[in-house]
């Protein structure tokens, strides 16, 4: 059974960059049958794709996050990573990370970390 | 960007009764709408996939209809577990979007 849990800090100042990360347990992030990515959600608020990955395949973000967005695996620790550049206020959110399978929905999601920014 | 729009925001419902909610893609996505689940405080649950596919272990009152623009989730005979908030989420084209949700209350 597949687990993922998001670790990272939870408060970032504005203008830095956050980080985060996801650690799968009971599938290997170099699956190439799936596409591993993140969703994020403010709080009250509804539910953001920011961007995924299918290793080997390549990466694909959202275009409002595009040019501030990486995510990127670390084979060695089974990890997927997302890096967020200058943040501001509005990228506080619960950030999650999920599996899907190609043309299918996000079916296995972490609990979620919640990230703040502010100073 | 395809932008789902649900309908309703809110709805107040007694238990055993119906409830349906309504996601309109602003173009057409084909069958690639999913419907998930959320409780306060946790992630998503994905409840049917494709417009219409039960996912694994999802309880059978509930059930998805719909193709190209419009589609419905409903819940038959409400429980008081099913108070949640709703989403739905298309897969067609990039960017994955979502419903903004539809929060479910038990009266």
């Known amino acids: 059974q597949l687990q993922l849990q998001e670790s990272g800090p939870g408060l970032v100042k504005p203008s830095e960059t956050l980080s985060l990360i996801c650690t799968a347990s009971?599938?290997?992030?170099?699956?190439?049958?799936?596409?591993w990515g993140w969703i994020r959600q403010p709080p009250g608020k509804g539910l953001e794709w920011i961007g995924s990955?299918?290793?080997?395949?390549?990466?694909y973000y959202h275009p409002s996050l595009r040019s501030r967005v990486t995510v990127f695996v670390d084979k060695s620790k089974n990890q997927l990573s997302l890096r967020l550049t200058s943040v501001t206020a509005a990228d506080t959110a619960v950030y999650y990370c999920?599996?899907?399978?190609?043309?299918?929905?996000?079916?296995?999601w972490g609990q979620g970390t919640l990230v703040t920014v502010s100073s | 960007e395809i932008v789902l729009t649900q309908s309703p925001d809110f709805q107040s419902v007694a238990a055993k009764e119906t409830v349906t909610i309504t996601c309109r893609a602003s173009?057409?996505?084909?069958?690639?709408l999913h419907w998930f689940q959320q409780k306060p405080g946790q992630s998503p649950e994905l409840l049917i996939k494709?417009?219409?596919q039960s996912f694994s272990g999802v309880p059978s009152r509930f059930s998805g209809s719909g193709s190209g623009t419009d589609f419905t989730l409903t819940i038959n005979s409400l429980e008081a577990e099913d108070a949640a908030t709703y989403f739905c989420h298309q897969t067609s084209s990039l960017p994955q979007t979502f419903g903004q949700g539809t929060k479910v209350e038990i009266k």
């Open positions: 990955i299918y290793y080997g395949g390549g990466t």
């Open positions: 009971g599938d290997s992030i170099t699956d190439t049958n799936y596409y």
């Open positions: 494709f417009g219409s």
């Open positions: 999920a599996r899907r399978a190609p043309n299918s929905p996000y079916n296995y």
């Open positions: 173009q057409n996505i084909g069958s690639s």
